[in-house]
């Protein structure tokens, strides 16, 4: 008996997803009634393919904020390079840190980048020395700190524009 793939199978985007993404880009408040009139599609339409576009996590909608304005003072970037054999280990832990709001591993094998947010240098001190260095497996981590955010643009479409 063939099993059916269909359910777990993602859809692929096609032209209306690309353009849903995109004004979603420029404005994550944008109501469901206005895609559906700039796309020239029924606002059910927009419901469901939005759902979806959700729920495969091709896209989150949420506010976008500058931490720094927000009151943390310290904002930056983790290289963390670590044991090959080890990876999936790590990658488990480094979920579980508040603090790294954002983590990929890189090329090169052995590469995590993070990014994090903490309240003062005490928080950093301790994400690093408590918490990462505690971990089996981290070799070493290298550090940089965000002073200012130059350029933060997310409206960069998909590559099937």
Request: proline share 1%; aromatic share 6%.
């Amino acid at each position: 008996m063939k099993k059916n793939h269909s359910a777990t199978k993602k859809k692929k985007l096609d032209r209306v997803d690309c353009e849903m993404i995109r004004l979603l880009q420029k404005d994550g408040r944008i109501a469901n009634t206005d895609i559906a009139k700039q796309i020239g599609i029924s606002e059910a339409t927009v419901r469901t393919r939005l759902n979806r576009l959700i729920q495969e996590e091709y896209i989150q909608i949420v506010a976008v904020s500058n931490p720094i304005k927000l009151g943390f003072d310290i904002v930056g970037t983790i290289r963390i390079h670590a044991e090959v054999k080890k990876l999936d280990h790590i990658i488990k832990e480094l979920k579980k840190l508040k603090p790294l709001w954002f983590i990929v591993h890189t090329t090169g094998g052995t590469g995590i980048d993070a990014e994090f947010i903490v309240k003062s240098l005490d928080e950093l001190n301790s994400l690093i020395f408590e918490k990462l260095y505690k971990i089996d497996g981290i070799i070493k981590t290298d550090t940089s700190l965000i002073t200012k955010y130059i350029k933060r643009q997310y409206d960069w479409g998909t590559a099937i524009d």
